[in-house]
């Protein structure tokens, strides 16, 4: 589960915290490892990476050279399309958290349902890993309910998450009523919708109401509706707005305004996407 968090206070361990670091695109070694530095010693307890962001080693860095205990940190990574099959699972995983520094991971995904992805195969290498001690907890990413249906049925262990793009231009309704009906966390990527949200003029307006800046309103509206945001920040000005949000609370008029915006942009869509974002 996802668990609240305030910026005065920690959450636990083995609980997801609602707010995250997102690593996507923090390519530099020594910039990457210091944004994970200042988020944790900031409050924040979860960070996100994935083997596809060539960050791993960095990310680990970071927490090895936060003031922060490795076990209050809930830790995510994702495995990337070319490592699909069981055996690839099971070798990659083990390059990542030597990667990572860290004998486990909170969280594993699947990164997209493409390549050679395949439920049992695929997800029977999570359920070993799993087994083993090396991850805490399944998850799957870019999944659309069709994707989630399938895996749940290929593993016994649960779908712990789904981590989707999801902002307040692209409010994945149909994805947060399968979340509630299912158990199945939403992890929200690119809560920002990539910076489009800032200029945005009902979320301007809100954002003026409550004297903070629009990405607040953005990712305060997202923990409103349930779903665990991980945005990415480098500058320690930026770690510390989105930190901020947790002391936010937006009230039912202001949430009906943000719900209003009539305008659906996706910000990611490779080539390997589902086929129903075409």
Not at 65 to 71: K, Q
Not at 190 to 211: F, T
Not at 246 to 275: M, S
């Amino acid at each position: 589960m996802a668990t609240e968090q305030t910026p005065e206070s920690a959450p636990l361990a083995q609980e997801m915290p609602t707010l995250g670091l997102g690593t996507w695109q923090n390519e530099d070694p020594q910039q990457c490892a210091e944004s994970v530095r200042t988020a944790l010693e900031m409050g924040y307890r979860h960070v996100d990476t994935a083997q596809i962001y060539g960050n791993e080693a960095a990310v680990g860095d970071g927490i090895a050279a936060a003031d922060v205990d490795r076990e209050d940190v809930f830790l995510a990574t994702k495995v990337w399309n070319t490592n699909h099959a069981h055996d690839d699972v099971i070798s990659s995983t083990e390059e990542s958290l030597d990667k990572l520094g860290v004998d486990s991971v909170d969280l594993l995904y699947v990164h997209w349902p493409s390549a050679n992805y395949d439920p049992e195969d695929t997800l029977s290498a999570f359920a070993e890993l799993k087994d083993r001690g090396l991850i805490d907890r399944i998850g799957v990413s870019n999944f659309e309910p069709h994707h989630l249906d399938a895996a749940r049925d290929a593993v016994d262990d649960p779908i712990f998450a789904n981590q989707v793009e999801i902002h307040p231009l692209l409010p994945q309704e149909e994805l947060r009523e399968y979340a509630e009906g299912t158990d199945v966390e939403l992890v929200g990527y690119s809560p920002l919708a990539r910076g489009q949200v800032l200029d945005v003029p009902e979320i301007q307006d809100v954002a003026e109401k409550h004297d903070v800046s629009e990405a607040q309103v953005s990712l305060a509206w997202l923990r409103q509706k349930g779903v665990t945001a991980i945005p990415k920040a480098t500058s320690r000005d930026h770690v510390a707005d989105n930190w901020a949000s947790l002391g936010l609370e937006l009230d039912d008029e202001d949430v009906a305004a943000i719900d209003g915006i009539d305008r659906t942009e996706r910000q990611v869509n490779p080539g390997f996407g589902p086929d129903s974002w075409d």
